[in-house]
């Protein structure tokens, strides 16, 4: 399902940007785009949305006003070249704060926040997960999930039989894995736990990969991978 989206920003340029950005994202739907915060209390009457993207600055009435002036907004996230409004803008609930300008990779973590707080936590029992990759949805077995590593914007996935490349976070995939199955062993890498071959000093065997624990995370890990497991002594 699309979410559906409004853009208000008093700025021309900055409303073409944005419609671009949800023009190139398969998942949004633009129901309008306006100039003022007025003209937006106006088109939320009769035209629910989901997320809006809002500008702070705007005369007459600022982003800021706006939200405050209605009973029920839709997910927020503002759209600003003002710093300083930040904390006044995360105070009323706001899902982030894009500071102009900005890149896509950066609207889509955004976005990827409104799709965390709409989305169940994982199901214990759940087979599968679905991920965007080079713009295709793949479904992938969960078993099948070796470890899933971070790489700037974006993550690999690494499975049996494939490696994955797609744009969101690695918080994201986390929290749509069954947490009996997985444990983050650094901060930029997920492990499945039943692909653990061996452990080494500080690092983790897993299947054919070579992955390095986190010292601060180094105890935890021996005691979920090993447990009661072990035979001999260390």
């Known amino acids: 399902m699309k979410l559906k989206c409004l853009i208000v920003d008093d700025e021309l340029l900055a409303r073409k940007g944005l419609e671009e950005f949800v023009a190139q994202t398969p998942f949004l739907e633009l129901k309008g785009s306006l100039g003022s915060a007025i003209q937006a209390l106006e088109f ?25 002036s209605l009973n029920l907004p839709p997910k927020v996230i503002f759209t600003t070249a003002y710093r300083e409004f930040a904390l006044e ?6 899902v982030d704060y894009l500071l102009k300008p900005f890149s896509y990779p950066r609207f889509l973590k955004a976005i990827d926040k409104v799709n965390l707080m709409n989305e169940p936590g994982p199901i214990e029992d759940s087979h599968h997960i679905f991920i965007k990759s080079n713009g295709i949805l793949v479904r992938i077995p969960v078993d099948d999930i070796i470890f899933v590593e971070t790489a700037k914007d974006y993550v690999f996935v690494h499975t049996l039989s494939e490696k994955y490349l797609t744009l969101v976070s690695l918080g994201h995939i986390e ?36 992955i390095r624990i986190s010292k601060n995370l180094r105890k935890q890990v021996y005691d979920r991978i090993i447990g009661d497991s072990f035979i001999g002594r260390f």
């Open 44 to 68: 939320l009457k009769s035209n629910p949305v989901d997320i809006m993207f809002l500008d702070i600055q705007m005369p007459n009435m600022t982003g800021l006003e706006l939200i405050k």
């Open 89 to 94: 803008g995360f105070d009323l609930n706001a």
């Open 175 to 210: 929290n749509q894995l069954p947490e009996s199955k997985f444990m983050r062993v650094h901060r930029s890498y997920l492990v499945g736990l039943t692909h653990v071959k061996k452990i080494e000093g500080s690092l983790l065997y897993v299947e054919n990969h070579k």
